[in-house]
């Protein structure tokens, strides 16, 4: 077939210019080309975000003079002494309980809508089931939180709709609850936690989901041969094996609550939250350590939090 | 066994209830962008007109924050879909010392509340003495972008063939012709989806923007100030609907670029 002398077969191509030689050397030296890889994410996450968290922490341990309103760097745990003040272990007890009450409001909507897109959508509801939880997930967060507050304005249509069913007494009786009621449902707890609760809802959605999905239907089969009935079966078999997918939402849930400032900013009592006593300690205060040692407490709860969840196995469904 | 096919009749409405709470409160922000009541929420509206509109148009203080949240979306995505795409290329080569610290540092800007992203970079900017301008912006914006590209990039990679590359170097293609000609179109749509989620995320972002802005205002947060002390409240409810559509095609058009694989962008939980 060959009319000219088969030539020796070349160990190594020829270099054909500077694209060729980097190339053999990325392939002599993996780890090289590992490294410019990682160098420019590593450079930004390691300076930007940690180095921005390091100053977080260095800002909280400074504090601020009294009457000159001039930060101080010097080293101090003043600053942390601080938030041990009555009103402000408030606005952090205040905090922890909303995250926990919208956690739980949060599961309990949501594992109706996680248990049947696992276990009973099927092809397209399938797809319109995830869509369903997923575009509420990416759309606009302001936009949500002021669709609710024309919702629950007070001449807005929840008024609208109790006055049309004859139900504004149920309406006035759950506003005058002690503690969480208010003059409107935009003017009262309630109504904060119905926003978080919603705006939340589908990070808590899709972790169950995926959790709910890894249960065996023989499972499910074995346990109603045994005789189990079906509340048996959802408490005996169903809840435990989710239970890991709810804690995986929880984490986002409650985080997510934890840090909000907008929020109780536009529905709600005027009673502040974590978020908006750093936000407000930072701005129109000026003081930032104080403004940082509160940032730090999220990060603290958090912290516990993920190394319970850890235990849990919550981390296998994310 | 009947029971195990069709859903219980309760968990229907449940779930059914679960999806109109969902949904039903967006359409609120279109109809009253229409109502001809400016001063209050006021349920039904007394009458529709499309003023609105026409008044938005005519706001002078609306179209800079809508330059600068463009802007600013713009330079974080395409900063994003580098520097993302870079880590995903690594974490897919190789297994290497400090793999899982290095994910976690990835997921950590948006795992962690927004609050403490935007405090951090504040108080980062404070010590340094670095004034506000679009590029602190940027930085907050970027940071928290790379993850949704990384896990796009990092979802393709996984699933891409090794054989395919080492066929293209068989064939004497060097390591960037097989990134031009093999990878990079392999990766196309799931890049083109982070960048669009990215780009999603960065427009209609306020929680980082408003420790990294300063004195500047993005359209999130002409609408938050709108919000807390409204002036004519239908013209917010008509940038909600330009905020809502520009976050709401990006996501629609990158799950159905995404579709069909084992990892759906967005998913990422």
């Keep these: 077939m060959n009319a000219a002398p088969p030539e020796p077969v070349a160990v190594t191509l020829p270099a054909r210019g500077p694209g060729d030689r980097l190339s053999g050397l990325f392939w002599r030296h993996p780890k090289l080309l590992l490294g410019l890889l990682l160098a420019p994410p590593l450079l930004w996450l390691g300076v930007v975000y940690l180095g921005s968290l390091a100053a977080l922490l260095l800002q909280s341990f400074y504090y601020i003079d009294e009457f000159s309103g001039v930060v101080v760097p010097e080293f101090t745990l003043k600053t942390y002494a601080e938030l041990f003040r009555a009103q402000n272990l408030d606005i952090i007890l205040r905090t922890v309980l909303m995250a926990a009450a919208v956690t739980l409001g949060c599961a309990v909507i949501g594992f109706p809508v996680a248990y049947f897109a696992a276990r009973y959508a099927k092809g397209a509801w399938k797809a319109a089931f995830y869509l369903g939880v997923l575009l509420p997930l990416w759309s606009s967060y302001l936009v949500k939180v002021y669709a609710w507050k024309l919702i629950l304005a007070k001449e807005g249509i929840i008024t609208w709709a109790a006055e049309g069913t004859g139900t504004s007494a149920i309406l006035n009786a759950v506003l005058s609850l002690p503690g969480i009621g208010g003059n409107s449902l935009s003017t009262s707890y309630i109504g904060t936690w119905v926003v978080f609760v919603y705006v939340w809802l589908p990070y808590m959605i899709l972790p169950m989901q995926a959790a709910l999905e890894r249960v065996p239907v023989s499972l499910l089969e074995a346990s109603a041969d045994l005789g189990a009935t079906r509340a048996q079966t959802f408490r005996t078999v169903i809840l435990p094996l989710a239970l890991p997918g709810v804690i995986a939402g929880s984490i986002f849930t409650f985080s997510l609550t934890l840090g909000d400032y907008i929020i109780p900013q536009i529905v709600g009592t005027s009673a502040r939250f974590i978020g908006l006593a750093v936000y407000q300690f930072q701005g129109t205060a000026g003081n930032i350590p104080l403004a940082a040692a509160f940032a730090v407490v999220p990060i603290v709860i958090m912290l516990v939090y993920l190394t319970i969840a850890k235990r849990q196995g919550a981390f296998d469904v994310l | ?269």
Aim: proline content about 6%.
């Design chain 2, 1 to 269: 066994m009947s029971s195990e096919t069709r859903p219980p009749v309760g968990l229907t409405v449940a779930a059914g209830l679960g999806l109109l709470f969902l949904h039903l409160p967006i359409l609120l922000i279109f109809l009253y962008a229409f109502t001809t009541e400016e001063r209050t929420y006021q349920f039904p509206p007394p009458g529709l007109t499309t003023k609105w509109f026409a008044v938005a148009w005519a706001r002078e203080d609306i179209w800079p924050p809508l330059y600068l949240s463009l802007k600013v979306a713009a330079i974080s995505t395409a900063l994003a879909l580098v520097l993302g795409t870079l880590a995903a290329a690594a974490m897919s080569r190789a297994r290497f010392f400090g793999r899982e610290q290095l994910s976690l540092l990835i997921l950590l800007p948006i795992a962690l509340p927004g609050i403490i992203t935007g405090m951090s970079l504040r108080s980062a900017f404070d010590v340094m003495g670095m004034p506000f301008s679009t590029w602190t912006i940027v930085l907050g914006h970027a940071t928290f972008c790379i993850v949704i590209v990384f896990n796009n990039a990092v979802a393709r990679f996984r699933r891409l063939s090794g054989s395919i590359v080492e066929a293209s170097a068989d064939l004497g293609a060097n390591g960037f012709q097989t990134f031009w000609h093999v990878i990079l179109p392999n990766l196309a749509s799931a890049l083109l989806a982070g960048g669009m989620l990215a780009f999603a995320l960065s427009f209609d972002e306020v929680i980082v923007t408003t420790f990294t802005a300063g004195q500047q205002s993005t359209l999130p947060i002409w609408m938050l100030n709108e919000l807390v002390r409204p002036r004519q409240r239908p013209v917010t409810n008509v940038v909600a609907i330009v905020v809502f559509a520009t976050t709401f095609v990006p996501i629609l058009l990158a799950y159905y670029l995404t579709r069909g694989g084992d990892d759906t962008a967005g998913a990422g939980k």
